[in-house]
């Protein structure tokens, strides 16, 4: 079956610095990939996501390109702040429907 | 433009009773699906409904059942408690069935089996 690996947490950083969340898949077919973050107390919330191969997503700074040679979805973003801190989670959806497959969830922590 | 609505926010049951959850859909969303959270399992894909209908299901025992209703409202119930139904629930809303769109989420309803 579908499965998505991610690498594991607490990811501490200070503010500013670099950040790169590792998310590998196992999937058959063409699915879409997608990155949410979960703030704490909160439902989940698209942060990105790409539809097929080679195509970036990015939005507030946050970037992951669609690697389908290294069934990747790398998560990176050039300068973090404190407010990035919550709980990120590479998902992918690899039929039809409603079906997300999530991987484990990373535990961000931003220090100023 | 209203998100999801989950109600209710939190819940306390006892083991062998049974809770009825309700999600509100964006408006004109007709996908709803429901996931369960746990710190020991991370995210679970309980079942999806589409046009009133269950579409898929996820590995989860026969005690958890859902439905939706004609305005695309859902309901998942969890008959005869146990301590491991101890979770978030999460439901999400698309606007159809590909695979492509956003998943909205609910705030959740938190579940404690005590």
């Known amino acids: 079956g579908d499965s998505v690996t991610q690498m594991e947490g607490p990811v501490t950083l200070s503010e500013e610095a670099f950040l790169t969340i590792n998310c590998t898949y196992t999937?058959?077919?063409?699915?879409?990939l997608f990155w949410y973050v979960q703030y704490p107390g909160e439902g989940l919330q698209l942060l990105l996501k790409a539809t097929k191969a080679d195509d970036k997503g990015s939005n507030k700074g946050f970037e992951a390109t669609y690697r389908k040679e290294t069934t990747s979805f790398h998560l990176e973003k050039g300068s973090v702040q404190v407010s990035d801190s919550a709980v990120y989670f590479c998902a992918l959806n690899n039929n039809a429907g409603n079906m997300l497959t999530f991987g484990g969830g990373t535990r961000l922590m931003v220090k100023p | 433009k209203a998100g999801v609505t989950q109600t209710p926010r939190y819940l306390i049951k006892t083991r062998g009773q049974q809770v009825t959850l309700s999600c509100s859909p964006i408006?004109?969303?007709?996908?709803v699906s429901w996931y369960q959270q746990t710190p020991g399992q991370g995210l679970q894909f309980l079942f999806e409904y589409f046009s009133e209908t269950q579409r898929n299901k996820g590995n989860f025992p026969g005690r958890f059942s859902g439905r939706q209703f004609s305005n695309s409202r859902s309901e998942m119930n969890v008959s005869t408690l146990e301590l491991g139904d101890s979770a978030l629930y999460l439901c999400?809303?698309?606007?159809?069935?590909?695979?492509?769109?956003?998943?909205?989420f609910g705030q959740g309803t938190r579940l404690t089996v005590v």
């Open positions: 999400a809303s698309r606007l159809t069935r590909d695979r492509g769109l956003e998943a909205f």
């Open positions: 408006s004109g969303h007709r996908s």
């Open positions: 999937a058959t077919g063409y699915p879409s």
